[in-house]
T-cell receptor, first 109, second 113 residues
Framework: QKEVEQDPGPLSVPEGAIVSLNCTYSNSAFQYFMWYRQYSRKGPELLMYTYSSGNKEDGRFTAQVDKSSKYISLFIRDSQPSDSATYLCAPTGFQKLVFGTGTRLLVSP | EADIYQTPRYLVIGTGKKITLECSQTMGHDKMYWYQQDPGMELHLIHYSYGVNSTEKGDLSSESTVSRIRTEHFPLTLESARPSHTSQYLC????????????FGSGTQLSVL
C-alpha cells in the first residue's frame, strides 16, 4: 500500500467552480501537511502548509486535515484558468516527507 | 520566487555518455535534495544532503551519484547514461529544522536515446 494515495485526475471544471482535491495517507506519524502546486514544465511550489487537524484558509484556498480518518483536502473557490496545474499533497513528520502522485486540474474559461 | 537554479533545462544524449546535472541555490540552505519524477507518478527522492561533504541515498535506488563540496552547489552525475534514466530530475533545498518547506528548481528533462 502506498503511504499517500491521490487521484491523478485529470479533473476538468469550468471557471468559477469550487474544486475539491483529496488525499489519504496511512502513516499516523505525519504531523504536518503540505500542498504543492506544479505548473507544466516547472518544479513544485508550496501552496499551503497546515499542522495537525483543522482548517487553514488563504485567499481562495482552504486546506483541511482530518487526522482521525487520515484524510487531507484542498478546496479552491472561484477557480480560475490560472489554477490549471497539478496539485501534490505532501504529508510530513519526523523528517520524512512523502509526495502523492498529484491531481491534474484543468479549469476552462 | 525561489532562488534555486537547474541546468540544463532539457538534455538529449546518447547511451553511454557521462552527464552532470547542475543545481545551485543562493538561499544559504544546508539541506539539498534530488528527486526523480515520471509523468503521472510520485516524486521519488534519490539523493539528499544535510550540508557540505554530506550525501545520502534516498528512497529510490539510483545509479547516479552526487557531491556537495560547496553549500550552494549539488550536482548529480550519471557515469553512463541509459534509456532507463530518461526522466525529469528536480533539485530542491530547504532550511535546517524539522518539516521545513522545500524550494524546487524548474527541473532537467533528460532523454537518453
Amino acid at each position: 500500500q502506498k503511504e499517500v494515495e491521490q487521484d491523478p485526475g485529470p479533473l476538468s471544471v469550468p471557471e468559477g467552480a469550487i474544486v475539491s482535491l483529496n488525499c489519504t495517507y496511512s502513516n499516523s506519524a505525519f504531523q504536518y501537511f503540505m500542498w504543492y502546486r506544479q505548473y507544466s514544465r516547472k518544479g513544485p511550489e508550496l501552496l499551503m502548509y497546515t499542522y495537525s487537524s483543522g482548517n487553514k484558509e488563504d485567499g481562495r484556498f482552504t486546506a483541511q486535515v482530518d487526522k482521525s480518518s487520515k484524510y487531507i483536502s484542498l478546496f479552491i473557490r472561484d477557480s480560475q484558468p490560472s489554477d490549471s496545474a497539478t496539485y501534490l499533497c505532501a504529508p510530513t513528520g519526523f523528517q520524512k516527507l512523502v509526495f502523492g502522485t498529484g491531481t491534474r486540474l484543468l479549469v476552462s474559461p | 520566487e525561489a532562488d534555486i537554479y537547474q541546468t540544463p533545462r532539457y538534455l538529449v544524449i546518447g547511451t553511454g555518455k557521462k552527464i552532470t546535472l547542475e543545481c545551485s541555490q543562493t538561499m544559504g540552505h544546508d539541506k539539498m535534495y534530488w528527486y526523480q519524477q515520471d509523468p503521472g507518478m510520485e516524486l521519488h527522492l534519490i539523493h539528499y544532503s544535510y550540508g557540505v561533504n554530506s550525501t545520502e541515498k534516498g528512497d529510490l535506488s539510483s545509479e547516479s551519484t552526487v557531491s556537495r563540496i560547496r553549500t550552494e552547489h549539488f550536482p548529480l552525475t550519471l557515469e553512463s547514461a541509459r534509456p532507463s534514466h530518461t526522466s525529469q530530475y528536480l533539485c530542491a533545498s530547504s532550511r535546517n529544522g524539522l518539516n521545513e518547506k522545500l524550494f524546487f528548481g524548474s527541473g532537467t528533462q533528460l532523454s537518453v536515446l
